[in-house]
C-alpha cells in the first residue's frame, strides 16, 4: 500500500476501529484459537497425532475400492490394455475391491497421526519465530502464510512417510494381484510383507520412496496451502468490518499467528474436496510413475526418467498399432486414472478435514 493509501485509511475517522476494538472483536471471533493456547505442546502434538489418526483411517476405510480401481488402472497405464473405469466393472475386479484393505487403513492411522502431528508443530513454532505482526488488509492470505503451510505440510509428509512408503508398496502389490502366481493360498499383508523382506530385503519396503515424494510433496504443499487459504478467505468474509464504504474492511486475523480458525462442517467438507480434488489431478503423472514403480514385476533398481521413458513409448506403440498418430497423445498415458485419482482424494478429503476438525475439537476439550 502506497503512504498516500496508508494516510487516506488512518486518517481520525468514527468508522475505523481502534487497535483496542480490533483486539476485542479478535478475542470474540476466534475463541478456538484462545483455547487452543491454553493447552500445552504436548497436548496440541498428542491431540493432533490423534485426530489426524482417526481421520485418515476412516476416509481410507471408506474410499479403498476407489483406491483400488485408479491403482489397477495406472499399474496397465501404456500397456494397451482397457484403461478405463468400465473396461475395470468386471466380475476379476470387483472381486478384487477388497485386496490391501486392511494394511491400507492399519497403516494410514499411523501415518495420518505423524502428517498432522509434525505439520501442526512446524506451522506453530515457524509463525511463532516470525516477526511479521502488522495486521492484513486484503482478501487474500500473505505469501508468508502459504509459505508456512507448504513448508509444514512437506515437513508432515517427509515424517509419515515411513509408514506410508511401505503401507503403499504392500497395499498396491495386493491390489495388483503381485503375488497371486506365487502363492498357492491366500495372499494376505502379513504374506507380501515377509514376502518382500525375503525377496528385496528392508529396502524393498521403501521401493519408489523419491517417486512417492516426488508427487506427494508438491501434492501436500497444494492441498494444506488451498485448504488452509480457503479457511482464512471464508474467516475474514465473516469478520466485521468498516460500516463506511469509503473505507476498505479491516480484517483482524493475523496470517502469521498460529491461531486456530473455526469453521463448520459443511465448509470444511467443501473446502477439502476441493483442495483435494486439485492436488489429485495436478500430482497425476507422479502418481503414474510411482505406481509403476511399486508393482514392477522385476525387482531390478530403476528411475524415475527410466519409467517416464518406458510409459511414452509403451503409448507410442499403441498408438501406431492403432493407426493413430502419436503426437501429444503419448502423454496421456501419464493421466491414466486422473479422474478415479481426483473424485477418490475428492471423497477422502471432504470426509477427512471435517473428521480432523471435529475430532481435535473434542480432544482438545477433553485436555482443557
Request: aromatic share 10%; net charge positive.
Amino acid at each position: 500500500m502506497s503512504a498516500t493509501a496508508q494516510h487516506r485509511y488512518t486518517m481520525p475517522t468514527p468508522s475505523i476501529l481502534t487497535h483496542q476494538q480490533q483486539q476485542q472483536q479478535q478475542q470474540q471471533y476466534s475463541s478456538e484459537a484462545i483455547a487452543s493456547v491454553q493447552l500445552s505442546e504436548y497436548q496440541r502434538i498428542r491431540n493432533s497425532f490423534g485426530a489426524g489418526a482417526v481421520a485418515l483411517a476412516s476416509s481410507f476405510a471408506v474410499m479403498h475400492p476407489l483406491d483400488t480401481l485408479k491403482t489397477r488402472m495406472q499399474a496397465a497405464a501404456g500397456s494397451g490394455r482397457k484403461t478405463n473405469m468400465k473396461g475395470l466393472f468386471n466380475v476379476e475386479t470387483m472381486r478384487v475391491l477388497r485386496r490391501g484393505f486392511l494394511a491400507s487403513v492399519l497403516g494410514a492411522g499411523p501415518q495420518g497421526g505423524l502428517r498432522w502431528a509434525t505439520y501442526e508443530v512446524c506451522k506453530s513454532h515457524i509463525t511463532s519465530a516470525s516477526s511479521a505482526s502488522t495486521a492484513n488488509t486484503t482478501l487474500l492470505p500473505s505469501f508468508g502464510f502459504m509459505a508456512t503451510s507448504a513448508i509444514s505440510a512437506i515437513a508432515g509428509d517427509f515424517v509419515s512417510s515411513i509408514v506410508k512408503v511401505p503401507r503403499e508398496v504392500i497395499t498396491a502389490r495386493l491390489q495388483t494381484g503381485h503375488y497371486d502366481k506365487s502363492s498357492q493360498g491366500r495372499v494376505t499383508a502379513m504374506y507380501a510383507f515377509r514376502k518382500i523382506l525375503k525377496e528385496e530385503g528392508p529396502a524393498g519396503l521403501f521401493r519408489g520412496f523419491w517417486s512417492t515424494t516426488a508427487r506427494d510433496w508438491p501434492f501436500m504443499a497444494i492441498l494444506f496451502t488451498t485448504y488452509d487459504t480457503l479457511k482464512q478467505f471464508h474467516h475474514r468474509l465473516s469478520l466485521p468490518s468498516s460500516p463506511s464504504s469509503s473505507v476498505p474492511p479491516t480484517y483482524m486475523l493475523d496470517p502469521m499467528e498460529p491461531q486456530e480458525v473455526s469453521i463448520t462442517t459443511v465448509k470444511s467438507t467443501l473446502f477439502g474436496g476441493v483442495a483435494g480434488a486439485l492436488a489429485a489431478f495436478l500430482t497425476t503423472p507422479f502418481d503414474v510413475i510411482r505406481t509403476k514403480i511399486m508393482t514392477r514385476a522385476d525387482h531390478s533398481k530403476v528411475t524415475m526418467g527410466q519409467i517416464a521413458r518406458e510409459i511414452v513409448g509403451n503409448q507410442r506403440r499403441v498408438l501406431v498399432e492403432q493407426g493413430r498418430a502419436a503426437g501429444p497423445r503419448v502423454y496421456t498415458a501419464f493421466f491414466t486414472g486422473g479422474l478415479a485419482r481426483s473424485t477418490w482424494w475428492f471423497c477422502v478429503c471432504s470426509m477427512f478435514f471435517p473428521i480432523y476438525e471435529r475430532m481435535k475439537e473434542v480432544f482438545d476439550d477433553m485436555s482443557a
